[in-house]
């Protein structure tokens, strides 16, 4: 499912510096995903980290809320080819919530896992050192369920099919296991200033 959004107008110098190739800039947000937002139940909500099947930590919506927050302000990248700039984001770092479980990351690789079954691979280097966070909050509101709220994975660096919507948890692999896009066609890291789009991108 797309939404308008995808024409962009001629970027000046300041904001060519900031496009990766083959993007452009939009004031829009377009909204893609496999369908239709899932109807969350939030008194049911968990956020829940994950070795393989073995649950590592777990969080309901409110003890998610209470941990340690932070805000992000830059800028996003589709693959479908639009950016948009200045964001800002607020969640919970990647960082804080492997401190809040009180544990390192067991392996070098995860699936982000949404409520409506998307996964995506990313690698643990690509979410520490505040890459990374679960979000909750878009432009100062509760992000929008059709933008992944009630919380969705930030991964601002890659492509943003990786930032997953409507998360209910990331689950460590022992190896670079593809997700949904990734099997069938997509990059396996997906970092746009590489323009790493397609299985055979550099």
């Known amino acids: 499912m797309t939404t308008r959004g995808f024409t962009g107008r001629r970027p000046g110098a300041d904001a060519a510096l900031r496009l990766p190739p083959g993007q452009h800039e ?14 969350i139940d939030m008194a049911n909500w968990r956020f829940t980290l994950r070795h393989g099947a073995r649950p590592l930590a777990s969080w309901n ?27 800002v984001w607020e969640g919970v770092m990647f960082d804080d919530l492997l401190a809040a479980a009180g544990i390192a990351a067991p392996t070098g690789f ?4 949404s409520h409506d079954e998307y996964d995506t691979n990313i690698p643990v280097a690509d979410l520490t050192g505040g890459q990374a966070m ?37 689950k ?13 066609g997509y990059h396996m890291r997906g970092d746009p200033w590489r323009e790493q789009r397609y299985t055979d991108d550099d």
């Open 134 to 170: 679960v979000a909750t909050h878009f432009g100062g509101a509760p992000l929008a369920p059709e933008h992944g709220g009630p919380a969705r994975l930030l991964v601002p660096h890659l492509y943003f099919w990786k930032s997953a919507k409507w998360l209910r948890g990331l």
């Open 26 to 39: 939009t004031d829009d947000f377009p909204v893609l995903s496999l369908g239709p937002a899932p109807v």
């Open 110 to 113: 995860l699936l982000a896992q």
């Open 61 to 87: 919506w409110e003890q998610f809320l209470a941990l340690p927050r932070s805000t992000w302000r830059g800028d996003i990248h589709c693959v479908t080819t639009w950016s948009k700039f200045d964001t």
């Open 172 to 184: 460590f692999t022992e190896r670079d296991e593809a997700g949904f896009w990734e099997l069938r």
